[in-house]
Protein backbone atom coordinates (compact mmCIF):
# COMPACT_ATOMS: atom_id res chain seq x y z
CA UNK A 1 0.00 0.00 0.00
CA UNK A 2 2.00 3.22 -1.18
CA UNK A 3 0.63 7.02 -0.07
CA UNK A 4 0.33 9.23 -2.86
CA UNK A 5 3.25 11.75 -2.98
CA UNK A 6 1.44 14.36 -4.68
CA UNK A 7 -1.00 16.13 -2.24
CA UNK A 8 -3.81 14.76 -0.35
CA UNK A 9 -2.17 13.32 3.03
CA UNK A 10 0.33 15.78 3.57
CA UNK A 11 -1.59 17.63 6.63
CA UNK A 12 0.16 20.94 4.98
CA UNK A 13 1.76 21.12 1.97
CA UNK A 14 4.05 24.27 2.85
CA UNK A 15 4.78 22.85 5.72
CA UNK A 16 5.93 19.16 4.66
CA UNK A 17 8.65 21.10 1.84
CA UNK A 18 9.45 22.62 4.76
CA UNK A 19 10.33 20.04 6.55
CA UNK A 20 11.85 18.47 3.85
CA UNK A 21 14.19 20.94 3.40
CA UNK A 22 14.95 20.95 7.50
CA UNK A 23 16.00 17.53 7.92
CA UNK A 24 19.55 18.46 7.79
CA UNK A 25 18.92 21.19 10.33
CA UNK A 26 16.40 18.49 12.30
CA UNK A 27 18.96 16.09 12.42
CA UNK A 28 21.46 18.32 13.85
CA UNK A 29 19.70 20.30 16.07
CA UNK A 30 20.93 19.55 20.03
CA UNK A 31 19.92 19.51 23.24
CA UNK A 32 22.42 21.91 24.59
CA UNK A 33 22.30 24.43 27.11
CA UNK A 34 21.60 21.31 30.08
CA UNK A 35 24.41 19.27 29.16
CA UNK A 36 24.54 17.74 32.29
CA UNK A 37 24.87 13.96 30.99
CA UNK A 38 23.08 11.02 31.79
CA UNK A 39 21.38 9.90 35.26
CA UNK A 40 22.46 6.52 36.29
CA UNK A 41 19.81 4.47 37.82
CA UNK A 42 20.60 3.56 41.24
CA UNK A 43 17.99 0.58 41.26
CA UNK A 44 17.72 -1.58 38.15
CA UNK A 45 14.63 -3.61 39.54
CA UNK A 46 11.78 -1.61 38.45
CA UNK A 47 9.33 -2.24 35.67
CA UNK A 48 10.96 -5.40 34.81
CA UNK A 49 9.08 -5.96 31.84
CA UNK A 50 10.39 -2.64 30.20
CA UNK A 51 14.32 -3.35 28.94
CA UNK A 52 14.15 0.67 27.94
CA UNK A 53 12.15 3.20 27.00
CA UNK A 54 10.91 5.20 23.87
CA UNK A 55 9.48 8.83 23.62
CA UNK A 56 6.09 8.42 21.38
CA UNK A 57 5.37 12.11 20.50
CA UNK A 58 2.40 13.90 18.77
CA UNK A 59 2.53 17.42 17.43
CA UNK A 60 0.47 19.75 16.23
CA UNK A 61 -2.23 19.38 18.07
CA UNK A 62 -4.98 19.84 19.66
CA UNK A 63 -6.78 19.18 16.46
CA UNK A 64 -10.14 18.40 15.55
CA UNK A 65 -8.92 14.38 15.66
CA UNK A 66 -7.29 14.30 18.94
CA UNK A 67 -10.02 12.85 20.93
CA UNK A 68 -9.64 9.88 18.08
CA UNK A 69 -5.79 9.96 18.36
CA UNK A 70 -6.26 9.24 22.14
CA UNK A 71 -9.03 6.42 22.08
CA UNK A 72 -6.03 4.19 20.26
CA UNK A 73 -3.78 5.97 22.65
CA UNK A 74 -5.28 4.14 25.74
CA UNK A 75 -6.56 1.21 24.09
CA UNK A 76 -2.97 0.17 23.96
CA UNK A 77 -1.94 1.48 26.75
CA UNK A 78 0.35 4.09 25.41
CA UNK A 79 1.29 7.21 27.08
CA UNK A 80 3.04 9.78 25.01
CA UNK A 81 4.15 13.26 25.44
CA UNK A 82 1.92 16.22 23.05
CA UNK A 83 3.77 19.05 21.75
CA UNK A 84 0.61 21.33 21.67
CA UNK A 85 0.30 24.68 19.38
CA UNK A 86 -0.63 27.51 21.91
CA UNK A 87 -2.92 28.98 19.74
CA UNK A 88 -4.94 25.42 19.10
CA UNK A 89 -5.07 24.70 22.97
CA UNK A 90 -6.35 27.96 23.47
CA UNK A 91 -9.08 27.48 20.97
CA UNK A 92 -9.95 24.02 21.83
CA UNK A 93 -8.73 23.80 25.53
CA UNK A 94 -11.13 20.83 26.41
CA UNK A 95 -9.29 18.57 24.08
CA UNK A 96 -5.76 19.60 26.00
CA UNK A 97 -7.52 18.55 29.19
CA UNK A 98 -8.52 15.37 27.70
CA UNK A 99 -4.85 14.80 26.92
CA UNK A 100 -3.77 14.98 30.68
CA UNK A 101 -7.08 12.86 31.23
CA UNK A 102 -5.70 10.02 29.37
CA UNK A 103 -2.52 10.20 30.94
CA UNK A 104 -0.50 11.90 28.07
CA UNK A 105 2.44 14.78 28.66
CA UNK A 106 1.56 18.24 27.42
CA UNK A 107 4.35 20.61 26.07
CA UNK A 108 5.16 23.49 24.30
CA UNK A 109 5.30 23.87 20.76
CA UNK A 110 4.77 27.22 20.14
CA UNK A 111 2.11 29.41 20.00
CA UNK A 112 1.37 29.50 16.52
CA UNK A 113 4.19 27.15 14.36
CA UNK A 114 6.12 30.34 13.42
CA UNK A 115 10.09 30.12 12.29
CA UNK A 116 10.82 30.69 15.45
CA UNK A 117 15.03 31.55 14.43
CA UNK A 118 13.86 34.32 12.76
CA UNK A 119 12.08 35.95 15.36
CA UNK A 120 13.88 38.33 18.07
CA UNK A 121 15.05 37.35 21.76
CA UNK A 122 11.78 39.11 23.13
CA UNK A 123 9.64 37.92 20.63
CA UNK A 124 10.80 33.95 21.28
CA UNK A 125 10.56 34.80 25.04
CA UNK A 126 6.17 35.76 24.62
CA UNK A 127 5.58 33.12 21.92
CA UNK A 128 6.97 30.47 24.61
CA UNK A 129 5.11 32.32 27.73
CA UNK A 130 2.23 32.88 25.79
CA UNK A 131 2.25 28.98 24.76
CA UNK A 132 2.65 27.86 28.24
CA UNK A 133 0.25 29.95 29.81
CA UNK A 134 -2.70 28.56 27.67
CA UNK A 135 -1.27 24.81 27.79
CA UNK A 136 -1.60 25.71 31.79
CA UNK A 137 -4.70 27.16 32.02
CA UNK A 138 -6.55 24.33 29.83
CA UNK A 139 -5.08 21.97 31.62
CA UNK A 140 -3.35 23.06 35.38
CA UNK A 141 -0.07 21.45 33.66
CA UNK A 142 3.26 23.79 33.32
CA UNK A 143 5.20 22.18 30.21
CA UNK A 144 8.16 21.18 31.29
CA UNK A 145 9.44 20.10 27.80
CA UNK A 146 9.70 22.59 24.45
CA UNK A 147 10.09 21.08 20.59
CA UNK A 148 10.71 23.96 18.23
CA UNK A 149 8.39 24.28 15.22
CA UNK A 150 10.36 22.55 11.95
CA UNK A 151 13.37 21.59 14.30
CA UNK A 152 14.90 25.07 13.71
CA UNK A 153 16.73 26.52 16.67
CA UNK A 154 19.34 28.68 17.67
CA UNK A 155 21.51 29.28 20.60
CA UNK A 156 19.12 32.71 21.54
CA UNK A 157 15.99 30.28 21.65
CA UNK A 158 17.44 27.71 23.82
CA UNK A 159 18.33 30.33 25.85
CA UNK A 160 14.76 31.27 26.65
CA UNK A 161 13.44 27.90 26.61
CA UNK A 162 15.54 27.38 29.30
CA UNK A 163 15.05 30.63 31.09
CA UNK A 164 10.91 29.58 31.05
CA UNK A 165 11.70 26.60 32.60
CA UNK A 166 11.40 24.05 29.11
CA UNK A 167 13.59 21.62 28.00
CA UNK A 168 14.39 21.63 24.19
CA UNK A 169 13.48 18.37 22.54
CA UNK A 170 14.11 17.83 18.89
CA UNK A 171 14.00 13.73 17.57
CA UNK A 172 16.10 10.63 17.18
CA UNK A 173 13.69 9.40 14.74
CA UNK A 174 11.13 10.96 11.92
CA UNK A 175 8.26 8.78 11.24
CA UNK A 176 7.22 10.85 7.92
CA UNK A 177 3.58 10.76 8.64
CA UNK A 178 3.34 14.38 8.00
CA UNK A 179 5.15 13.46 4.05
CA UNK A 180 2.53 10.87 3.12
CA UNK A 181 3.85 8.13 4.86
CA UNK A 182 1.94 4.81 4.30
CA UNK A 183 0.96 2.81 7.96
CA UNK A 184 3.57 0.27 7.04
CA UNK A 185 6.04 3.28 6.62
CA UNK A 186 5.50 4.54 9.35
CA UNK A 187 5.86 1.14 11.99
CA UNK A 188 9.13 0.31 10.14
CA UNK A 189 10.40 3.58 10.94
CA UNK A 190 9.14 3.22 14.64
CA UNK A 191 11.27 0.11 14.57
CA UNK A 192 14.29 1.72 14.44
CA UNK A 193 14.02 2.88 17.72
CA UNK A 194 16.11 2.33 19.99
CA UNK A 195 16.46 3.15 24.41
CA UNK A 196 15.98 6.19 24.99
CA UNK A 197 15.07 7.88 21.83
CA UNK A 198 11.96 9.70 20.72
CA UNK A 199 10.36 9.86 17.55
CA UNK A 200 8.55 12.21 15.69
CA UNK A 201 4.53 12.11 14.85
CA UNK A 202 1.66 14.23 14.61
CA UNK A 203 -1.92 14.24 15.67
CA UNK A 204 -4.10 14.74 13.01
CA UNK A 205 -3.07 12.15 10.71
CA UNK A 206 -5.30 8.85 9.99
CA UNK A 207 -2.34 6.47 9.46
CA UNK A 208 -0.32 7.90 12.16
CA UNK A 209 -3.21 6.69 14.51
CA UNK A 210 -3.49 3.70 12.42
CA UNK A 211 0.13 2.63 12.71
CA UNK A 212 0.18 2.31 16.44
CA UNK A 213 -0.63 -0.99 17.52
CA UNK A 214 1.94 -2.15 15.35
CA UNK A 215 4.21 0.11 16.72
CA UNK A 216 3.36 -1.32 19.86
CA UNK A 217 3.13 -4.65 18.95
CA UNK A 218 6.92 -4.36 17.38
CA UNK A 219 8.31 -2.36 20.96
CA UNK A 220 6.89 -4.83 22.99
CA UNK A 221 8.67 -7.76 21.20
CA UNK A 222 11.97 -5.71 21.97
CA UNK A 223 10.78 -5.07 25.31
CA UNK A 224 10.82 -1.53 24.92
CA UNK A 225 7.99 0.60 26.70
CA UNK A 226 6.36 3.98 26.10
CA UNK A 227 7.92 6.30 28.38
CA UNK A 228 8.03 9.95 29.40
CA UNK A 229 10.48 12.62 28.35
CA UNK A 230 13.35 13.44 30.77
CA UNK A 231 12.99 17.07 31.42
CA UNK A 232 16.31 17.15 32.77
CA UNK A 233 17.90 14.59 29.75
CA UNK A 234 15.67 14.91 27.20
CA UNK A 235 15.79 11.11 26.97
CA UNK A 236 12.70 8.89 27.11
CA UNK A 237 12.54 7.02 30.65
CA UNK A 238 10.33 5.33 32.70
CA UNK A 239 6.98 7.37 33.15
CA UNK A 240 7.67 7.57 37.12
CA UNK A 241 10.66 9.60 35.80
CA UNK A 242 12.97 6.76 36.93
CA UNK A 243 15.70 6.68 34.33
CA UNK A 244 16.56 3.35 33.36
CA UNK A 245 19.58 1.45 34.06
CA UNK A 246 22.55 2.88 31.70
CA UNK A 247 26.02 3.28 31.20
CA UNK A 248 27.43 6.32 32.08
CA UNK A 249 28.50 8.58 29.31
CA UNK A 250 32.20 8.40 28.71
CA UNK A 251 33.93 11.46 30.22
CA UNK A 252 36.76 12.92 28.62
CA UNK A 253 40.13 13.88 30.29
CA UNK A 254 41.80 17.51 30.58
CA UNK A 255 44.23 18.14 28.09
CA UNK A 256 47.72 19.12 29.05
CA UNK A 257 48.16 22.72 28.76
CA UNK A 258 50.56 23.78 26.12
CA UNK A 259 53.21 26.25 27.39
CA UNK A 260 52.58 29.29 27.91
CA UNK A 261 48.88 28.35 27.12
CA UNK A 262 47.51 29.55 30.50
CA UNK A 263 44.09 27.64 30.59
CA UNK A 264 42.82 24.18 30.40
CA UNK A 265 40.16 22.45 28.39
CA UNK A 266 38.28 19.44 29.15
CA UNK A 267 35.39 17.72 27.06
CA UNK A 268 32.57 15.70 27.65
CA UNK A 269 30.25 13.95 25.66
CA UNK A 270 26.76 14.40 27.42
CA UNK A 271 24.57 13.45 25.03
CA UNK A 272 24.85 10.46 21.94
CA UNK A 273 22.53 9.63 19.41
CA UNK A 274 22.80 7.43 17.17
CA UNK A 275 24.05 9.64 14.38
CA UNK A 276 25.86 12.38 16.38
CA UNK A 277 27.12 13.24 19.87
CA UNK A 278 26.74 16.20 21.59
CA UNK A 279 30.53 17.49 23.28
CA UNK A 280 30.75 19.99 25.99
CA UNK A 281 33.97 21.45 26.23
CA UNK A 282 34.34 23.86 29.68
CA UNK A 283 37.77 25.78 30.35
CA UNK A 284 39.69 26.72 33.41
CA UNK A 285 42.26 29.25 34.10
CA UNK A 286 40.62 31.96 31.40
CA UNK A 287 37.66 33.95 30.85
CA UNK A 288 39.01 34.90 27.18
CA UNK A 289 40.41 31.66 25.50
CA UNK A 290 40.67 30.15 22.44
CA UNK A 291 40.23 26.80 21.99
CA UNK A 292 41.22 24.21 18.96
CA UNK A 293 39.42 21.41 18.34
CA UNK A 294 39.77 18.41 15.97
CA UNK A 295 37.38 15.52 14.95
CA UNK A 296 38.17 12.60 12.86
CA UNK A 297 37.08 12.62 9.47
CA UNK A 298 34.27 11.63 8.07
CA UNK A 299 32.63 12.88 11.26
CA UNK A 300 31.53 17.03 11.14
CA UNK A 301 30.96 19.43 13.23
CA UNK A 302 27.32 20.39 12.75
CA UNK A 303 26.58 23.00 15.16
CA UNK A 304 28.05 25.21 17.96
CA UNK A 305 26.98 27.15 20.59
CA UNK A 306 28.34 29.91 23.16
CA UNK A 307 31.30 30.39 21.49
CA UNK A 308 32.70 31.98 17.77
CA UNK A 309 33.85 29.30 15.64
CA UNK A 310 35.92 29.35 12.85
CA UNK A 311 37.34 26.37 10.42
CA UNK A 312 40.68 25.40 9.00
CA UNK A 313 40.70 24.45 5.35
CA UNK A 314 40.15 21.42 5.73
CA UNK A 315 36.85 21.82 7.79
CA UNK A 316 38.07 19.23 10.36
CA UNK A 317 39.86 21.88 12.89
CA UNK A 318 37.88 24.43 14.39
CA UNK A 319 39.59 27.12 16.62
CA UNK A 320 36.31 28.22 19.22
CA UNK A 321 36.83 31.93 20.70
CA UNK A 322 34.80 33.22 23.84
CA UNK A 323 32.17 35.21 23.23
CA UNK A 324 31.00 36.15 26.34
CA UNK A 325 28.54 33.27 26.93
CA UNK A 326 31.05 31.93 29.77
CA UNK A 327 33.67 29.08 29.69
CA UNK A 328 31.66 26.29 28.24
CA UNK A 329 30.70 26.07 24.91
CA UNK A 330 29.59 23.00 22.87
CA UNK A 331 29.07 21.47 19.69
CA UNK A 332 27.33 18.70 17.93
CA UNK A 333 28.94 16.22 15.72
CA UNK A 334 27.31 14.47 13.24
CA UNK A 335 29.15 10.74 13.17
CA UNK A 336 28.87 9.96 9.18
CA UNK A 337 29.53 6.35 9.83
CA UNK A 338 32.37 6.41 12.51
CA UNK A 339 30.66 6.02 15.94
CA UNK A 340 33.48 5.66 17.71
CA UNK A 341 36.07 8.52 17.32
CA UNK A 342 35.81 11.65 20.02
CA UNK A 343 37.07 15.10 19.07
CA UNK A 344 40.68 15.92 20.48
CA UNK A 345 41.25 19.46 22.06
CA UNK A 346 45.07 20.50 20.78
CA UNK A 347 45.20 23.59 22.81
CA UNK A 348 43.66 26.48 24.85
CA UNK A 349 44.88 29.33 24.72
CA UNK A 350 44.34 32.68 26.53
CA UNK A 351 43.71 35.93 24.40
ZN1 LIG B 1 5.06 20.94 14.26
Not at 128 to 148: E, H, K, M, Y
Not at 277 to 306: D, K, L, M
Amino acid sequence: MFASISGPRRPSPPRAARHARRLAVLATAAVALAATGLAVAATPSSAAACNGYVGLTFDDGPTGSTNALLSVLRANNVRATMFNVGQNVQGNPSAARAQVDAGMWVANHSWNHAHMTSMSQSQMQSDLSQTNSAIQSATGVRPQLFRPPYGETNSTLQSVASSLGLRQVIWDVDSQDWNGASVSQIVSNASRLQDGQVILMHDGIQNTRDAIPQIMANLNSRSLCPGMISPSTGRAVAPDGTPPPTTAPPTGSPTTPPPGGGCTATATFPNVWGDRYNTSVTVQGASNWTVVVAVTAPQRISTTWNGTPSWDSTGYVMTMRSNGSGNTFGFTTMMNGNSSARPQIRSCTTG
